[in-house]
């Protein structure tokens, strides 16, 4: 590795010198001894010193050149430009044939398989010049929007998880960056629907090419769907499956359509779901005053019960206290517990409405 020059140069162990085809290749080098997946880290740095040498380079393109001096040292060791060309051409060359075989793979593969057919040609696609993966990526984007291919939805997941379509901004600069964006709008909106229907209808969609009568009887519900989640739909429904579902749909009789439509899930079926916030009591109207006389009754009863459980008094000997309270100096010589506990008694007499006393 070059000990001299830029640290991004030192990096892909460039001299600094280095014009841009040499940072291509050095990258494209570099890289096929990194697994992203496994040393992001690695492969972070390694990209960062790319982007900063190819700028640095295109930058020293666009300077003056100065006058052009003898030069007795001897040919320079550098291939020639036709060289590097052709070596371009081939590299290029071999990206679209990969590219051609993972269509011809996934075209029969079964769904795992396709997509490990996927990690294995971003894998060969990364050993070959810089940009292969990116022009892969806008292939791949364009075949699943037009459905060139089998097992969409689940291609479209590895890719988004491959690309990083879901980061911020990383959709942006792609030809099929809207596409992307509407798929997972969509999508986001799918899941909050009930997980019973999402299921029905997915099962329906993969029996459908069998347009068998009860299936061809529940088009009005991938129609709707069709209304509201197209993109994302269209990753498991082929346009020709579902021109020839309605198709077989509208050959019914007119009785029969008028019959299925009106039995069919209402609008809201199609709607996410809102969670209700479960509310046990809100203070509203006489919700305060309701707590407050409930509070009074506890207490009422927690004092009868206390009165209770302390007086044990009967109407017999209420009549006796009132006479004895009734006379002049009656707590004269007693103490203060005494006098208290007197008072007490007299009390709950006069809540049994014991007091005055009943006749004899």
Same mark, same amino acid.
């Given at each position: 590795?070059?000990?001299?020059?830029?640290?991004?140069?030192?990096?892909?162990?460039?001299?600094?010198? %280095?014009?841009?085809? /040499?940072? !291509?290749?050095?990258?494209? #080098? $570099?890289?096929?001894?990194?697994? &992203?997946? =496994?040393?992001? @880290?690695?492969?972070?740095?390694?990209? %960062?010193?790319?982007? /900063?040498? !190819?700028?640095?380079?295109? #930058? $020293?393109?666009?300077?003056?050149? &100065?006058? =052009?001096?003898? @030069?007795?040292?001897?040919?320079?060791? %550098?291939?020639?430009?036709?060289?590097?060309?052709?070596?371009?051409?081939?590299?290029?060359?071999?990206?679209?044939?990969?590219?051609?075989?993972?269509?011809?793979?996934?075209?029969?593969?079964?769904?795992?398989?396709?997509?490990?057919?996927?990690?294995?040609?971003?894998?060969?696609?990364?050993?070959?010049?810089?940009?292969?993966?990116?022009?892969?990526?806008?292939?791949?984007?364009?075949?699943?929007?037009?459905?060139?291919?089998?097992?969409?939805?689940?291609?479209?997941?590895?890719?988004?998880?491959?690309?990083?379509?879901?980061?911020?901004?990383?959709?942006?600069?792609?030809?099929?960056?809207?596409?992307?964006?509407?798929?997972?709008?969509?999508?986001?909106?799918?899941?909050?629907?009930?997980?019973?229907?999402?299921?029905?209808?997915?099962?329906?969609?993969?029996?459908?090419?069998?347009?068998?009568?009860?299936?061809?009887?529940?088009?009005?519900?991938?129609?709707?769907?069709?209304?509201?989640?197209?993109?994302?739909?269209?990753?498991?429904?082929?346009?020709?499956?579902?021109?020839?579902?309605?198709?077989?749909?509208?050959?019914?009789?007119?009785?029969?359509?008028?019959?299925?439509?009106?039995?069919?899930?209402?609008?809201?079926?199609?709607?996410?779901?809102?969670?209700?916030?479960?509310?046990?009591?809100?203070?509203?109207?006489?919700?305060?005053?309701?707590?407050?006389?409930?509070?009074?009754?506890?207490?009422?009863?927690?004092?009868?019960?206390?009165?209770?459980?302390?007086?044990?008094?009967?109407?017999?000997?209420?009549?006796?206290?009132?006479?004895?309270?009734?006379?002049?100096?009656?707590?004269?010589?007693?103490?203060?517990?005494?006098?208290?506990?007197?008072?007490?008694?007299?009390?709950?007499?006069?809540?049994?409405?014991?007091?005055?006393?009943?006749?004899?």
């Amino acid at each position: 590795m070059a000990t001299t020059g830029p640290w991004h140069l030192r990096e892909l162990g460039l001299p600094p010198y %280095a014009d841009l085809a /040499a940072v !291509r290749r050095a990258y494209a #080098q $570099a890289l096929r001894a990194i697994d &992203p997946g =496994a040393d992001p @880290d690695a492969f972070a740095r390694l990209r %960062a010193a790319y982007e /900063a040498a !190819r700028a640095w380079c295109e #930058q $020293a393109e666009d300077e003056p050149e &100065p006058p =052009a001096a003898a @030069d007795d040292s001897g040919p320079d060791d %550098a291939p020639p430009a036709t060289s590097l060309m052709a070596q371009e051409a081939d590299a290029r060359r071999d990206a679209v044939q990969l590219g051609d075989r993972f269509v011809t793979e996934v075209r029969r593969a079964s769904q795992a398989d396709a997509v490990a057919s996927l990690d294995r040609t971003l894998v060969c696609l990364r050993t070959r010049y810089v940009d292969a993966p990116g022009e892969f990526e806008e292939r791949l984007i364009d075949l699943l929007a037009t459905q060139a291919l089998p097992h969409r939805a689940a291609l479209f997941e590895a890719a988004a998880e491959r690309f990083h379509w879901e980061h911020i901004g990383q959709t942006t600069p792609l030809a099929g960056g809207p596409w992307i964006e509407q798929v997972f709008k969509q999508r986001e909106v799918w899941q909050q629907l009930a997980t019973s229907r999402r299921k029905r209808w997915l099962a329906l969609i993969a029996e459908a090419p069998s347009l068998t009568p009860r299936v061809v009887r529940h088009w009005p519900e991938i129609e709707a769907l069709l209304a509201s989640y197209r993109q994302w739909i269209r990753l498991y429904l082929d346009d020709d499956v579902a021109r020839s579902w309605r198709k077989a749909f509208e050959a019914l009789p007119d009785a029969s359509k008028r019959s299925i439509r009106h039995s069919a899930p209402s609008a809201d079926a199609y709607r996410p779901r809102v969670k209700k916030t479960r509310q046990w009591f809100r203070l509203r109207g006489y919700g305060f005053w309701f707590i407050a006389w409930l509070a009074f009754q506890i207490v009422r009863l927690v004092v009868q019960y206390v009165d209770g459980n302390a007086v044990d008094d009967t109407p017999r000997t209420c009549m006796d206290l009132y006479h004895q309270l009734s006379r002049p100096h009656a707590y004269d010589g007693l103490t203060g517990d005494e006098i208290r506990a007197l008072k007490q008694r007299g009390g709950w007499c006069v809540r049994n409405r014991y007091w005055p006393a009943p006749a004899p």
